[in-house]
């Protein structure tokens, strides 16, 4: 069974930076891995993805500040976080699976770790 161990969250102030990681194991290629968030009273949703290789896809509300990358012979994840506002506080969860990022941003995987948490004041 895939495994994912998420770090990184933490508070920052509004304009900040932080760098989520997710350390990912017991899985076989290919995999394609994502970044979700719950924001306080709403839905999860999806905020970006990356495909094996390295195709990206971010949430329209977090493009231009948002990267997501994997350095696959950590085989760790990365959402670098910048010019963070209040908005983007919540509960931050990895997730892999083997649908396209296209399905993958839409809920359709098949692992999730266990959340970090982020609050921008």
């Known amino acids: 069974d895939v495994q994912l161990v998420e770090s990184g969250g933490g508070s920052v102030q509004a304009g900040g930076s932080l760098r989520l990681s997710c350390v990912a194991s017991?899985?076989?290629?290919?995999?394609?891995m994502g970044w979700f968030r719950r924001l306080p009273g709403q839905e999860r949703e999806g905020v970006a993805a990356?495909?094996?290789?390295?195709?990206?896809n971010y949430a329209d509300s977090v493009k231009g500040r948002f990267t997501i990358s994997l350095d696959n012979v950590k085989n760790t994840l990365y959402l670098q976080m910048s010019d963070l506002n209040p908005e983007d506080s919540g509960t931050y969860y990895c997730?892999?699976?083997?649908?396209?990022?296209?399905?993958?941003?839409?809920?359709?995987?098949?692992?999730w770790g266990q959340g970090t948490q982020v609050t921008v004041s």
């Open positions: 997730t892999a699976g083997k649908a396209s990022c296209y399905y993958l941003l839409r809920g359709i995987t098949d692992a």
């Open positions: 017991g899985y076989t290629l290919p995999m394609n």
């Open positions: 990356i495909a094996g290789d390295g195709r990206t």
